[in-house]
């Protein structure tokens, strides 16, 4: 199974659909807040977010939305990066809510060789989130590096780093 992409393989304009989604649990929303010290009561506090909130329930913290989509992406996309050169842009559209289910999928917008090393080039994507109703939840624009398949083959392949079994 292929496991990121080398530069070459990247074509403007293609899609890929991650999968498989992920349905966001409570436990999920709370600690990923818990580990960050995200302690807003609208995402840990049932109470708070009936009685005071728009939504009448808890909300899932955007930025663990956002590491989802994220880490959907990286088999299809980042799998191969050298560096995940900046985050240009990230919107939260609609709200995600313990026992929704996200999708993810990412467009190639550009890419652009690198001008100082002829082994990698930049690649400009769209990932885009969306519920268990298509209704998008999430969107960033990011730009990764990635190796072209020479810097590939020189550091050992398709699995470079992966030992031999050994049973002596």
Known sequence: MQFG???EEFEVGAVYKHWPGKTVTEYDDHLFCLLTMNHHPLHLD??????????????VVGNYVYSLLLGMSVPDVSGKAIANL???????IKPTFHGDTIYGETEVLDKTPSKSKDDRGVVYVETRGYKQDGTVVCVFRRKVMV??????????????????PSYG
Do not use: C, I, M, W
Request: glycine share 12%.
């Open 147 to 164: 190796p072209k398949r020479s810097y590939g083959e020189s550091r050992g392949g398709e699995q470079p780093g992966r030992p031999e």
């Open 5 to 7: 992409r080398y530069y």
């Open 86 to 92: 900046e985050v240009e842009s990230l919107k939260h």
């Open 46 to 59: 049932a109470h708070y977010a009936a009685e005071t909130t728009d939504f009448g329930k808890n909300v």
